[in-house]
């Protein structure tokens, strides 16, 4: 992201229009005071024609600081309401900057510019989604415990019937049913659990395949088919699991969005000189002129319904910090495909994976 000390001459609420969600990132030091700002300070509208560098953050509103909320996530919630509509304003969030150390040495603060009717709906949604994650974890291990007792029983059951019997065929689909279910809790764990980057050798095509199995239910439901097309023989590939799973469940889970009507979501590999990941959607695609934009920091189309704008970001942050690259390309009224593109691991060390 740019970072600068400067803007232009003029900046005024008027010159923003009434429903659009901006944002900034503005770093500080221990005691407050603006060290550096993004070039989209000067998209927020704030009552300011001078520099925010120097200046106490607090000091770069017109409004007087309305509430301070801090979560079970550490984060630092503080809302400055507009003089002339209390519920519309600008929201902050504030996190440590910590050194190697562990001590703070100052903060980042992400200023946005809020439009809704409730300040606090996206606080409030970061917040539900932190307990949800906890929440699933603790979720996860109750259910195994029951459904090992139910695994152990239908095996005892099934060594009491004869071959063949219509009875003992029975059982064998509800074992399966089970195992299925202990996959998808085995998934969700893996999905909520939060945890330090660890590389290791990866099955591309397994890991695709085992998310298809959890999405699939929830995009069924919303008419959206998901096809696999694993390339045969694959190689490994040196990756953080569960930072590649992120990856693939925010690229799917974008494609949902866009198809509101459904459609057809494709997972394909293909080998040469890198392995590559392909997710293509049959949506309504990505017009040029946002195409341009899809992978900076904080722009979203999906004002008003939650998106971030940090999605796709971090998806290609990601990547990058595992030697790959993620790439879009999209045609209007035909769809959009993400390619994911990683470096196969060396001959001796596959054998090792």
Known sequence: MEMSGTLPAESSIAKIPVGCS???????????????????????????????????????????????????????????????????????????????????????????????????????????????????????????????????????????????????????????????????VKNLLSFARRQPSEFRFVDINAMISELIEFIGNQFRNENITVIAAPSIDLPFVWVDPNQLRQVLWNLANNARQAMKDGGQLFFSTHTGDDVEIRVRDTGPGIPEETMARIFEPFFTTKQGSGGTGLGLSVSRGIIDSMGGRLEAESTPAVGTTFTISLPIAKAEQNANG
Not at 106 to 126: H, I, K, P, Q
């Open 22 to 184: 901006t944002a900034a990132l503005l770093t500080t030091d221990v005691a407050g005071y603006v060290t550096s700002c993004s070039s989209t300070f000067q998209d927020l509208g704030i009552g300011t024609s001078k520099s925010p560098i120097s200046k106490h953050w607090e000091t770069l509103f017109d409004s007087p600081l309305e509430s301070q909320v801090e979560g079970e996530s550490g984060v630092q919630w503080f809302f400055f309401p507009f003089p002339d509509d209390p519920k519309r304003g600008f929201r902050v969030s504030r996190y440590p900057m910590v050194d190697e150390d562990g001590s703070e040495d100052g903060f980042y603060l992400v200023v946005e510019r809020r439009e809704s009717t409730d300040a606090n709906d996206r606080m409030l949604y970061y917040e539900k989604m932190f307990s949800l994650g906890e929440a699933s974890s603790h979720v996860a291990h109750e259910i195994n415990n029951p459904l090992s007792v139910i695994s152990g029983w239908l095996q005892i059951l099934q060594l009491e019937k004869p071959k063949g019997s219509e009875e003992l065929e029975t059982l064998g689909l509800m074992q399966q049913e089970v195992a299925r279910i202990a996959r998808i």
